[in-house]
């Protein structure tokens, strides 16, 4: 790959319990690796379940996140669809 290719990197989180109402307060961070850059105009972070619909996410105090907040100390965390109901289903 030369050096101004775009690299397309995937997480993928799968709930393993047994929980019958999925799993709650998930927090996810990553990091960046040295030697990558960072486009300019920032990465295109994109969360979804396996039937495309999308999850939101926080950081995990409740306050708004950036895209950019995965690679922080803290990273972020993915809003439970409600009491009943976590962010990541069985």
């Not at 799993?23 to 486009?39: E, H, L, R, T, W």
């Amino acid at each position: 790959m030369n050096n101004s290719g775009i690299i397309t990197f995937a997480i993928t989180l799968e709930n393993r319990g047994g929980a019958t109402n999925g799993a709650f307060n998930i927090q996810v961070k990553d990091i960046f690796q040295s030697g990558y850059v960072m486009p300019s105009s920032g990465i295109n972070l994109c969360i979804t379940r396996g039937d495309g619909s999308i999850i939101s996410y926080t950081r995990p105090d409740g306050t708004p996140a950036t895209m950019n907040d995965i690679f922080s100390a803290s990273g972020i965390q993915l809003i439970d669809q409600s009491i009943n109901s976590g962010s990541l289903e069985v």
